[in-house]
């Protein structure tokens, strides 16, 4: 957007020198205060004013009061124009919120060095602006899109309810969870972590608010409504806001039950015999072998039933009677 200068003096003199000087810019005048307010408002394109202090109806210093008082007047830089025995007036202009000032009478060049310096602050602010809403749509970009649930807090800690309304969940974070960003809030976290990883998980945040780790990765359980578990990989990190005293914690959550659902029947074809169920010779020796590494001082009793006589029916009732019949043995043992 192209910027325009506005010219506020009460002398027609002083406001045509003004525009011979700067002849190559985009130029509006005002006489007064009043004028020139409205000016502003019609044109959101002013972005530079060159403002005189004396001035009937409504004068410089009210003009800065007014454009200090109101947000929608941030984008504003105000130049004034001052006298060489007004030095008060140029310190109470500069306090209301003028950024610069230039004596009368005015010289050409001294003009146009500030006017270019303010403007190339302006056309770079508004590049950091620009750059600023980009970057703003790339984050929103991947907040929203991201496959895994994310969750930022500035504030509230694991049990907090209803204290970070500024906290952003995205929709994949509500999936994972199976519930809404409100009831997140609502609950806090730890409530709905699975009660066998929670201590784990308050260690860990312990840590991380108090600066021993700057993050922590684990695996978990989050129990959904209706009561059925969700196993997540998590990521947290902590980060600090500038100006804040409290530091921020970013969440990162993957969904791994499927992982999880094949690692246990791997585990569980491991351990056990394929036709009875039970514990097979595999889990036998890691037990032993933990027992051993533990050094276990209670004592314990292993128990062998030997099965291999019942191999001889084979031959008289069959195979699959044999094999039946070892499996209800095995319904049996397993009861004990």
């Known amino acids: 957007m192209p910027v325009k200068i506005l010219v506020v003096d009460d002398s027609a003199a002083d406001r045509l020198m003004i525009e011979k000087m700067l002849s190559e810019y985009d130029l509006l005048t005002a006489s007064d205060g009043v004028e020139a307010m409205q000016r502003i408002d019609e044109h959101e394109e002013i972005q530079l004013i060159i403002l005189d202090l004396n001035m009937p109806r409504m004068n410089g210093f009210e003009v800065l009061a007014a454009l200090k008082a109101d947000d929608r007047y941030k984008r504003v830089r105000t130049i004034i124009l001052t006298n060489y025995e007004e030095l008060e007036d140029e310190s109470k202009g500069l306090e209301l919120g003028a950024v610069d000032y230039i004596r009368k009478p005015i010289s050409m060049n001294a003009l146009k060095v500030r006017v270019n310096i303010h403007l190339e602050l302006l056309r770079s602010r508004q590049l950091e602006e620009q750059k600023q809403v980009e970057l703003k749509s790339v ?144 889990y036998l020796k890691t037990l032993l072998e933990r027992d051993d590494e533990s050094r276990l001082r209670e004592k314990r009793a292993l128990v062998s039933v030997d099965l291999s006589t019942v191999l001889s029916l084979t031959s008289t009732y069959g195979f699959q009677y044999t094999q039946d019949l070892i499996k209800k043995i095995a319904d049996m043992l397993r009861q004990f």
């Open 139 to 282: 984050f929103n970009t991947i907040f929203s899109r991201a496959p895994i649930g994310i969750s930022i807090s500035y504030a509230s800690g694991p049990k907090d309810k209803n204290v970070d309304p500024e906290t952003q969940i995205n929709s994949a974070f509500e999936q994972i969870t199976g519930r809404t960003k409100e009831e997140l809030i609502e609950l806090g976290w730890a409530s709905i972590t699975h009660p066998d990883d929670l201590e784990k998980d308050l260690e860990n945040y312990r840590k991380l608010k108090s600066g021993e780790i700057q993050s922590y990765t684990m695996e978990k359980r989050f129990v959904r409504p209706d009561g059925s578990s969700v196993w997540v990989e998590m990521t947290v990190a902590s980060f600090h806001l500038p100006g804040e005293s409290e530091s921020g914690h970013i969440a990162l959550l993957k969904d791994i039950s499927s992982r999880k659902e094949f690692e246990n029947t791997l585990r569980y074809s491991s351990e056990h015999d394929s036709w009875t169920g039970l514990y097979n010779r595999n």
